[in-house]
């Protein structure tokens, strides 16, 4: 087998009046991430983990942040549509571990949730993804509550 390994990492302003979707699910709260999609980080750096590790450049090559007809999106399609192009090219995804880094909401009560929407998005089993959260000790940006930032990693794989 040849394995590959992509790294992934996304920030996104937190603002009001925005809604908060992390990891394929939308959060309470009060401040919502601002980017051209639904500005999901776990997501996104995801996704660039994942086309990292098959070569196949980044998110924003294959999903424009100017063309409208990602504008609002739901970044469970683009995952979809990452998977689905590493597998026409005859990867498979053996594991995602990821990180978020936010002061708030609490995110360890909704892993299991975002384990299961992003399951459904790549069709790999829940126990394949690792999804850890941090907060920054109220140091920078995400500390003060002005953005969110996450980080992944995917092990990918081909039968040679």
């Not at 994942?50 to 294959?62: P, Q």
């Not at 026409?88 to 009560?109: H, T």
Request: net charge negative; charged share 25%.
């Amino acid at each position: 087998m040849k394995f590959r390994i992509g790294f992934g990492y996304d920030v996104h302003q937190l603002v009001e009046g925005r809604e908060l979707w992390l990891g394929g699910i939308k959060l309470e709260s009060n401040l919502g991430a601002l980017g051209h999609s639904d500005a999901d980080v776990l997501v996104h750096a995801i996704c660039d983990a994942i086309l990292g590790a098959a070569n196949m450049r980044d998110i924003g090559y294959h999903f424009s942040n100017t063309d409208t007809k990602w504008e609002n999106i739901d970044s469970k399609i683009l995952l979809r549509k990452v998977c689905v192009m590493i597998r026409e090219a005859g990867y498979e995804i053996g594991n995602i571990d990821s990180s978020l880094s936010l002061e708030n909401p609490k995110i360890n009560p909704h892993i299991e949730a975002m384990q299961l929407a992003l399951s459904e998005a790549m069709s790999i089993p829940t126990e394949d993804i690792s999804i850890k959260a941090t907060t920054n000790e109220k140091l920078g940006y995400v500390g003060r509550e002005e953005g969110v930032n996450a980080y992944a990693v995917a092990l990918i794989y081909k039968k040679i």
